[in-house]
C-alpha cells in the first residue's frame, strides 16, 4: 500500500506541471456525420460532458445544464458539447434519447471511445472547459447536484479575459 | 513493487522532462486509476478468500506534437481484485505495458504502430477495446493505417497480433476497412449515405498442441476469414444502419464441439425531433463467436463485439439478472421511446417519458432439447420521471422481465416484477438528497427482495451513501454498502465498505462473473 500511494504522489506531482489540448479525433455527430474534434474550437469556449444511457449522474448534469442554459448564455456565450460513449449495444438509443430530451447541446458519438481514450477519461461523468484557442482548462470528474455551476463560473472567468 | 514505483517515476519524469524542454507546442497528459479492496472472510455468504488484498491499477500517458503523438499504458495487478479473469490464468503478468503507441496523424493519412483499438463497422468482424470493469483489453500489437481519399473514400489497414489478458495471444490478425461516402461522390443535400466493407483474417497454428485435434472437429487450416457489408442512412429525422457479416468454418466457442461457419445481421433505425425519440436495434446472430485464439478461454478472447442488446439499468434490482447474449444463435432486438414534456414557461417543470422493449430468441430448434425455439430474454419496462420544479424531482419505473436459465436448452424461464421509486430534492444550490426504494416480486428463483439507497450530496466536492439489498425467500442476507466519495477537479476519490452479492458484472452488454464478498474499497482516479 506505502508504494502504490508513493506512486499515486509521483503522478500527482506531475499533474500540474503540464496543459492540454482538445485532440483532433474523429467522431460521429448527430446527423451521422464523421467530424474532427478541432473543428469544434475556434469560435466560443466549450462545456464538454461524457455520458452513457447506463450512466444515472452523468445525465443529471446534463438536464442540469440544459435546465439553466438561457441563463447562463446570458451571462457568456459558450456550446455544449455532449459526448455519448455509448457502443452499438446502445447507440441508436443513445441518439434518439439525445433527440428527446431536447437539449440544446452538440451531441457527438464516440462509439469506439477513440475520444474518450484520447482525454484520459477514466471514468464518467466527467466535464471539460475548453477556451477558444483549444486549451483543456478546467475538468471535473463525478457529478453532484450543484457542481455543474463549476463549469459555467470557469466559462465566465475565460470569456472576461477573451 | 519497489521496480514499479521507480519505472513509474521515470516514465513520468522523461515525461515530463520533455514537456519542460518545450518540444515544440508539444504536451504531455495522462491518467491514474487504482480500484483497490482488502476482503474480509464472511461466513454469511461463504466468503474466506485466502487472500485478502486486490489492487487493480493503471497509468496511462500520451505525449502530443502537433500531428505527432506517443503513449504507454502500464498496469499493475497486486494482485487482481477477485473476479477477474485476468489474475487467475497462470503465469499471468502482475506489471506490464498493457499497451504503447507512436502515431502520425495528417488530415488525409494516419499511420499507427503499437497497441491498436479499433472496430470495423459495428464490430461484427472486429473490434479491439479496453473495459476496465470487465478485465479486458483486446488492443491489437501492430501497424495501422488510414488513408483518405478527401470525404469520398476511407480506407483503413491493420496487421498484429491481439492482447489476451496480461499476454499477447499467439495468433496474428491482419484486415481492412473502406468506407465510401455517395453523398459526397453524388453531392446529395441533406442525406447521408454511406456504404461500408470489412475483411479479417485470423491466422493461427493448429499443430501447437498434440492433445488438441482440431482437424477431428472439422477445422482445416490455419486461417479463419470474416467479411461485413453495411450502409448508413440518415435524412431528416430518420436514420437507419444495417450491416451483414458472415465468417468461414470456426469454433464459435471455446467449448464448441464442431466447426461451422458464421453469420450476423444487424439493423438499426430511428426517428428523432426535438422532444421525441424512437429507435429499434434489431440482430441475428449464428455461430458469430470468434475467438482470439483457439487454445484459449474466458470473457476476454473475444476478436469481435456481440454485446446484449438490451436495456442497461442504474437501479440494483432492475440489473440483478442481466442477459447474457447467446453466441451460438440468437434473434431479436429492442424498441425504446423517449417524449419530453416541457411547461413552456419554466424550465425546470418537466416530464420525460420512457419505455422499452427487449426480446430475445433461440435462433434454430435444435438449439433446445423441446425441439423449439425458446425464449432466451424478454423485457418490457417504463418510466416517468417528473421534475416538479427547481428542488424536486421523482422517477418511477417497473420492468416485467422473464429469462431462461438454461439459454434456451429447456423450456423454463423465471419471471421478476421490479418497482422502483426515486426521489431527488436539491435543499438548496450545493446539497441535495436521493432516495431509492426498490421492490423484486417473483415467485421463483431467489423470491422476493427489497433494496433502498439514501444519497447526500455536498457539491462541488462530497457525496455519501448508504444502500442495502436484502433477499426476503431464499438466503435471507443483507447486502449492506456505504462509503463517500471526494471529488477535486479531475481527482476522485471513494471509500466504501460493504457485502457484495454473487453474480454478473456488466458493462456495455458484456459480462463477467463475480464471487461474493465483504470488504473496503478504495477507487482513486486521476487525470491530468
Redesign the interface.
Known sequence: ?K??F???C????????????L??VRVENA???VISTSSLTGSKPLIISYWS????PCLQEL?AIN?QL?EWREKADFDVVAVSID???????A????????WDFICLFD????LK???????TP?SFVVDTAGNIV?????Y????E??LIDKVIEISKKE | MKHLVLMIAGLCGIATANAQINLGKGYLSGSFETNTIYYLNDSKIGSEPTDHFGSNNYLKLDYTLGRFSAGIQADAYLPALLGYELGERPGANHFYLSSKYIQWADTNFEVLVGDIFDQFGNGLVFRSYEDRQLGINTGVEGIRGIYRFGNYVSVKGLYGRPRLYTKYADSWVRGANVNVSLTDIFAMDNVLLTLEGSYLNRHEALDKDAMRDFAALGLTGPDLNLYSGGINFNWKNLFFRGEYAGKGKDLPTAVAEKAVNGRAVLGEIGYSRKGLGVSGTFRMLDNMGTLISLYETGTGNVLNYLPAITRQYTYMLANLNPYQVNVEGELGGQIDVSYRLRNREDRYRYWIFHGNLSNFYTLRREQSQTGNRELLWLDMNFDVERQWNRKWKTTFLFSFQEWNPHHGFKHRTYVSNIFVADVTYKIDHKKSIRAELQYLLSDEYEGDWVAGLVEFGLAPHWSFYISDMYNKDLTKTNYYNGGFSYTKNRTRIQISYGRNRAGYICSGGVCRYSPAYTGCNIAITSSF
Open positions: 500500500m508504494n502504490l508513493s506512486l499515486l509521483c503522478v500527482m506531482v506531475y499533474c500540474g506541471a503540464t496543459a492540454q489540448s485532440p483532433n446527423d451521422g456525420e444511457i447506463a450512466c444515472k438536464n435546465d438561457e457502443d452499438v449495444r446502445l447507440r441508436a438509443t441518439k434518439a434519447r439525445a433527440a428527446a430530451m431536447d462509439i469506439n471511445q477513440s481514450r484520447a482525454m484520459n477519461v477514466s471514468q466527467q478546467f475538468s471535473h470528474s463525478g453532484t447536484p450543484g457542481s455551476q463549476l
